[in-house]
């Protein structure tokens, strides 16, 4: 299994920005997808934004052309970068990675962080 190790959270006016970070145990580039999910109070959890291998992104619409997901290799690390955040960004944030490669296997082993809460106030 992965342990993933959520960052920077924290209170931030509407309008402003948080970069979170998601700290890997292993080699993000065997990793097979890397993701971003959130929970808002009595809501479900919901996926944000979704990183490949390859490089490959996709975002849920509501976040699109404000947050931006993105690796460091060389650091197993990766982020989102959230821009002109909204009240109902408000949410724990979690880091998810579905799989990873390994002496030529694939283990589908899903691994979680512990989150991080971000709280946007208007």
């Known amino acids: 299994q992965v342990q993933l190790v959520e960052s920077g959270g924290g209170l931030v006016q509407a309008g402003g920005s948080l970069r979170l970070s998601c700290a890997a145990s292993?080699?993000?580039?065997?990793?097979?997808?890397m993701y971003w999910y959130r929970q808002a109070p009595g809501k479900q959890r919901e996926l944000v934004a979704r990183i490949t291998r390859g490089g490959s992104t996709n975002y849920t619409d509501s976040v699109k052309g404000r947050f931006t997901i993105s690796r460091d290799n060389a650091k197993n690390m990766v982020y989102l970068q959230m821009n002109s955040l909204k009240p109902e960004d408000t949410a724990v944030y979690y880091c998810?990675?579905?799989?990873?490669?390994?002496?030529?296997?694939?283990?589908?082993?899903?691994?979680w962080g512990q989150g991080t809460q971000v709280t946007v106030s208007s």
């Open positions: 292993r080699d993000i580039f065997s990793i097979n997808a």
């Open positions: 998810n990675a579905d799989g990873y490669y390994s002496g030529g296997y694939y283990f589908s082993d899903e691994s």
